[in-house]
């Protein structure tokens, strides 16, 4: 709800995290190749991609954290039916070696770097 107010001005159509989860890899090779099966799937649609990977992405917005976050939406028959097609899901693609540096003191710090930027 916070984000929501702060950064969309109540305007839930752009709160794209609300379900959210993370694919952890070992090596970089098999998390591009993930993001290219997203990418190329038929059943599902993919809004936007953040890449906090990118040499050009100043990592100083996010306290240092690192991922690759992928906007998708399910666009099986299946979704459509239950009227759940332009429900957004955020894929947050991660090496391990920042997953394992993941900590709640850590989140703080990317929670309160965005707050600050404003966003």
Known sequence: MEKLLRSYSADHSKLLDVTRCQVVFERFEDLTNCLGIMITDDLVRVERVKNRLS????AKE????????????????????????QHIC?????LKDF????THQGHSLYVRARNHRGC
Do not use: F, K
Request: with cysteine; glycine share 6%; hydrophobic share 40%.
């Open 90 to 94: 955020e894929v947050q693609l991660l």
């Open 55 to 58: 040499m050009a992405y100043n």
């Open 99 to 102: 997953s394992d540096l993941r």
């Open 62 to 85: 996010s306290a240092g954290y690192r991922d690759v976050c992928v906007n998708l939406r399910n666009t099986t028959q299946t979704a459509v039916a239950l009227g759940v097609e």
